[in-house]
């Protein structure tokens, strides 16, 4: 992969930090709005705050675990024992998000048991994401393992 793909990636990574970073900030405003909106759900403003930040974290995780990726790919070192951390760190961040997404859920399905429905349904949708991308990333560290294992094959035959 040349520079002029791998520097707008990271402008983009950062561009995206930076949105998250902006989002994280933002949950408090939004949880104090909603506790104002339904005062007898207003015990559920900071854990709620809590899980969305933790969540946006994790995506952080995620784009943070990408930069050193593409420094592997630019250098031509991706196929390297040393790739599986940082999918592994991706896998991770992915579980850890999709889990919190997913007790929400549960959360506001079955004890809460108040507001409009697009709210289950959007908090189901994330669910899905999550477990896609995470499915994904375990799929991408099986075809790395491949790689790693070819490649070494490989520098065995020559």
């Not at 250098?75 to 889990?99: E, K, L, Q, S």
């Amino acid at each position: 992969m040349t520079p002029k793909v791998i520097v707008p990636l990271r402008a983009l990574i950062m561009v995206l930090l930076l949105l998250a970073l902006a989002a994280q900030a933002l949950v408090p405003l939004a949880a104090r709005e909603a506790a104002t909106m339904a005062p007898e759900l207003s015990s559920l403003q900071v854990p709620y705050a809590v899980a969305g930040i933790a969540t946006i974290a994790c995506g952080q995780v995620v784009l943070v675990a990408i930069w050193p990726l593409l420094t592997r790919v630019h250098r031509g070192a991706i196929f390297d024992v040393g790739a599986f951390r940082w999918v592994g760190v991706m896998i991770g961040a992915g579980v850890v998000a999709t889990t919190l997404i997913l007790l929400l859920t549960a959360h506001v399905l079955f004890v809460v048991q108040q507001g409009p429905v697009t709210v289950p349904l959007v908090l189901l949708g994330g669910c899905a994401a999550g477990a896609a991308f995470t499915l994904l990333m375990v799929v991408m560290r099986a075809l790395l393992r491949s790689a790693v294992a070819m490649r070494a094959e490989l520098a065995e035959v020559i």
